[in-house]
T-cell receptor, first 115, second 112 residues
Framework: EAGVAQSPRYKIIEKRQSVAFWCNPI?????LYWYQQILGQGPKLLIQ????????DSQLPKDRFSAERLKGVDSTLKIQPAKLEDSAVYLC?????????????FGPGTRLLVL | AQSVTQLDSQVPVFEEAPVELRCNYS??????LFWYVQYPNQGLQLLLK??????LVKGINGFEAEFNKSQTSFHLRKPSVHISDTAEYFC??????????FGTGTRLTVIP
């Protein structure tokens, strides 16, 4: 079974530029998550999708971050414009459903450096 | 509100020695508890989880954890570590309608 795929793996941009990350979840997984992991910290949830609908985006800085999952499969996370404090690893995870006990399967992440 | 405290940011241990990584949580409702491992430049991988039932949970790679409700703890243990266990370990809690909340992680370094 293929795991969660993410691209690119690394990205370096200057502040005020825009950037987009792509995630392809495990086939058949209805729930998709984006996390931000700042160096030295645990992952923090940014947004949760159930199929193509947003379940929780309470921690997403909506003035600069946006995310979509138009067909209920792949997802894109965008930052525009980027700030220095956005430097982090962006992790995508998926699970079969939204139940609290479901295991979340993580991709390898995209490491973003904002200069 | 829920929170997770991992008391040790770094744990060095000699190869073949036992190890315990500590995790304490707070939540006003019933919880689900998870331990994830993150190898360098990789995503997180589930080691084990507690949903209900037996308080001793066995996971992959010889790890186990014990849920202690009275002490609100979920410590991770392994009786004999290998070099390949060197990684970052994250404890996480999920309760009620809340999403998964991670601790700050413990870096386990196994010394040959």
């Amino acid at each position: 079974e293929a795991g969660v795929a993410q691209s690119p793996r690394y990205k370096i941009i200057e502040k005020r530029q825009s950037v987009a990350f792509w995630c392809n979840p495990i086939s058949g997984h209805a729930t998709l998550y984006w996390y931000q992991q700042i160096l030295g910290q645990g992952p923090k949830l940014l947004i949760q999708f159930q199929n193509n609908g947003v379940v929780d985006d309470s921690q997403l800085p909506k003035d600069r971050f946006s995310a979509e999952r138009l067909k209920g499969v792949d997802s894109t996370l965008k930052i525009q414009p980027a700030k220095l404090e956005d430097s982090a690893v962006y992790l995508c995870a998926s699970s079969p459903g939204p139940q609290p006990g479901e295991t979340q399967y993580f991709g390898p992440g995209t490491r973003l450096l904002v200069l | 509100a829920q929170s997770v405290t991992q008391l040790d940011s770094q744990v060095p241990v000699f190869e073949e020695a036992p190890v315990e990584l500590r995790c304490n949580y707070s939540s006003s409702v019933s919880v689900y508890l998870f331990w994830y491992v993150q190898y360098p430049n990789q995503g997180l991988q589930l080691l084990l989880k507690y949903l209900s039932g037996s308080t001793l949970v066995k996971g992959i790679n010889g790890f186990e954890a014990e849920f202690n409700k009275s002490q609100t703890s979920f410590h991770l243990r392994k009786p004999s570590v290998h070099i390949s266990d060197t990684a970052e370990y994250f404890c996480a809690v999920r309760s009620g309608a809340n999403n998964l909340f991670f601790g700050t992680g413990t870096r386990l370094t196994v010394i040959p």
